[in-house]
């Protein structure tokens, strides 16, 4: 069964989406992350972009900024990383607080932990 042009590139749309919202919902899990396996993340990514232009014209790639951005945002030092967190309301308090999490440690303090966790918990009060 042949499936028309314009319905074949609203399936690879939603599929597109899904993974890329897959892909956070991923990188979000991780429990603790170097440099260098942000690094690898962004090289994945830029991997699985590749063999996407291959397989379909859509262009540009669906939430495509969405992964790329929650990626860059792990170098983000402690005051911009809280202005991002204002910034970024897309994210869940999951992931945003995952991000914070594993960047304790690594250029984080457990004081800007908190401070930042707070800063998403202020965020996530008015959902309630």
């Given at each position: ?27 979000a899990n991780v429990k603790k992350c170097s440099n260098e396996g942000r690094a ?52 869940s308090t999951k992931q945003l607080t995952n991000l914070v999490n594993v960047c ?25």
């Amino acid at each position: 069964v042949r499936i028309p042009l314009p319905v074949s590139n609203i399936l690879w749309e939603h599929c597109i989406r899904l993974a890329n919202r897959t892909l956070v919902e991923g990188y979000a899990n991780v429990k603790k992350c170097s440099n260098e396996g942000r690094a690898l993340m962004q090289l994945d990514f830029q991997q699985f972009l590749m063999k996407l232009e291959k397989l379909t014209d859509i262009r540009p790639i669906p939430d495509k900024e969405f992964v790329e951005t929650y990626i860059k945002a792990y170098y983000l030092t402690e005051n911009d990383m809280e202005c991002w967190i204002k910034e970024h309301r897309e994210y869940s308090t999951k992931q945003l607080t995952n991000l914070v999490n594993v960047c304790l440690g690594s250029h984080i303090n457990k004081k800007a932990r908190q401070k930042l966790l707070a800063a998403i918990d202020d965020i996530d009060r008015p959902k309630r």
